[in-house]
């Protein structure tokens, strides 16, 4: 084939190109490897064959770490990248049965019941995670549902504080030394899931997506705030 | 080539030639606000009618109105039919807001803030705020009521929040709709100038709760001087805003229809002010009745104070 030469015009090349015609077999030199064995799809078939508690550590280890990256919150693609809503739904529990006060009297207008906090958080989540969709955001559904699941984290250590402070007493200064843990990791929470969910956004739309999160987190924390055990 | 090149430039040298002679020929410039015609729509002016004009904005800039014949063509059953009811930007969203609290008189809502792309960004949060500004304001102000009193322990009174969001939801989405219903009734029988959609009724409902937050705020101020001074100056604000959006959709009817509608407006607007006062928030200065205690042996004391 006549080489191409790089002084011709440029419509001249094409027009050689297409005036070239190929006959007979062209030998192509080179390596193909394919990874035999321990390649990945064999790797899902080999967990059937592990130790249940190594599946279940795996797992445990991803919750985790990322509980470790909501409490240090840098940009880390761990909690956005590969979600899961196992931390959340943990979360989640763990704060609606602390807030259960115990009360035997139901017919009181007591605190939230465990259903009211699972659903308010859920359908919170859910609520947040439409609203920034509709808006224009990149994430997708199931991400940022991890997140703000995730982020419920530091509220849910003020939660356990809260129980141990009312532990030793209810006087004013419980409750002063409560809504400063409380204020502290509410602000904690919205910064924590701001800082991953706001570059998704679009930029002139940022405030009108932290602003439902800011509500959501200001609700968990008016009842962590306001329980009382009976 | 070089013949291709000289080629080029010289139909180049003849354009810019061409605009030379004649520079108003074929520019496109993109007007001032100030410059738009009042009278842009090339409708026939009755005598009488300008405030009409004015009501409906035409003076303004309408650069939303290039885009209105192509919003909202996708079909209900798609994600992105619903994004169009989303498509508003932070700035927008405040202006909105800033619209329904400071009522310029004279000037409509609807067109001047919605102008054809209402959003359901604004009421849908407006009304979980409010939700939440009331329940928890009620609390508030319950508790700093009773403080010191022996017999009073605190609760957290939850199940108000399902009661207050239920209450306002409905405000907010079923009372627009009646008045939607009702419009369009009426539009059957008597020619309007003005009409609304349905979105537009519901936003303008939406955006017209917000002084009820900061008005559900200093609620817990427990003096009832107060309350019933707040509950009159936010119902004044934002009443007047929903007046001066329905005036001229019911102004071509029958005068007692119309002044009928806008009573009914203001009434239910009012309804919902005070209703939430008398439920949410205790009264500052009586006495409450002591609870019935259930006494082990089955009997029962109810101790009746007042």
């Known amino acids: 084939a006549p080489p191409l030469r790089a002084d011709r015009p440029g419509v001249a090349q094409f027009a050689e190109l297409a005036d070239m015609s190929l006959s007979g077999d062209i030998t192509v030199e080179g390596e193909i490897t394919v990874p035999v064995g321990a390649a990945s799809p064999d790797e899902d078939f080999s967990t059937l064959d592990e130790p249940v508690r190594e599946t279940i550590m795996r797992d445990l280890k991803a919750v985790g770490k990322k509980f470790v990256h909501v409490m240090y919150p840098r940009k880390s693609s761990a909690l956005l990248r590969d979600w899961d809503l196992w931390g959340p739904l943990v979360l989640c529990v763990s704060l609606a049965l602390m807030l259960q006060g115990g009360s035997a009297d139901s017919k009181e207008d007591g605190g939230p019941q465990f259903a009211e906090v699972f659903v308010i958080i859920w359908f919170g989540a859910v609520v947040i995670t439409l609203n920034s969709k509709l808006l224009g955001g990149t994430i997708s559904f199931f991400q940022s549902l991890c997140v703000l699941g995730y982020c419920v984290l530091p509220l849910t250590v003020a939660m356990l504080v809260c129980r141990l402070v009312l532990l030793a007493g209810s006087g004013t200064v419980s409750f002063i030394v409560r809504l400063l843990v409380v204020l502290a990791m509410f602000a904690w929470s919205t910064l924590a899931s701001t800082a991953f969910l706001a570059d998704s956004q679009p930029p002139n739309r940022k405030a009108l997506v932290v602003y439902p999160i800011f509500l959501f987190y200001f609700v968990i924390s008016w009842m962590i705030l306001t329980f009382t055990p009976q | ?306």
């Open chain 2, 1 to 306: 080539c070089q013949n291709q090149r000289m080629h080029l430039f010289a139909e180049f040298d003849d354009a810019a030639n061409l605009l030379a002679a004649n520079p108003d020929a074929t520019t496109i410039s993109i007007d001032e606000p100030s410059d738009i015609p009042k009278n842009k729509h090339g409708r026939l002016q009755q005598p009488g009618r300008e405030e009409d004009d004015e009501l409906l904005g035409t003076d303004d800039s309408d650069k939303t109105e290039l885009l209105a014949g192509q919003k909202k063509s996708a079909p209900f059953w798609t994600f992105e039919y619903y994004q169009t009811f989303f498509d508003v930007d932070t700035y927008q969203v405040l202006d909105r807001i800033k619209g329904s609290v400071f009522p310029v008189p004279g000037k409509n809502f609807v067109r001047l803030y919605i102008r054809s792309n209402p959003d359901l960004y604004g009421p849908f949060w407006i009304c979980a705020t409010l939700v939440f500004a009331i329940a928890v304001s009620g609390n508030l102000s319950n508790f700093l009521i009773h403080l010191g009193k022996p017999t009073y322990h605190y609760v957290p009174e939850f199940r108000k929040v399902s009661i207050a969001a239920t209450t306002i939801y409905a405000y907010a989405w079923l009372v627009p709709l009646a008045l939607w219903g009702f419009l369009m009734w009426r539009n059957s029988k008597v020619m309007n100038i003005v009409s609304y959609s349905f979105m537009e009724i519901v936003c303008v409902y939406g955006y017209s709760l917000f002084i009820y937050i900061p008005t559900a705020i200093l609620w817990i101020i427990p003096q009832r001087v107060v309350r019933w001074v707040l509950v009159v100056f936010s119902l004044c604000l934002s009443g007047s805003v929903l007046v001066m959006t329905f005036w001229p959709a019911v102004r071509d009817d029958n005068r007692r229809i119309a002044l009928a509608t806008v009573a009914t407006i203001v009434l239910l607007h009012a309804l919902l002010a005070v209703g939430c006062l008398a439920y949410f928030f205790d009264a500052p200065e009586l006495d409450f009745p002591a609870p019935i205690i259930p006494v082990h042996n089955g009997t029962t004391i109810i101790t009746k104070v007042q």
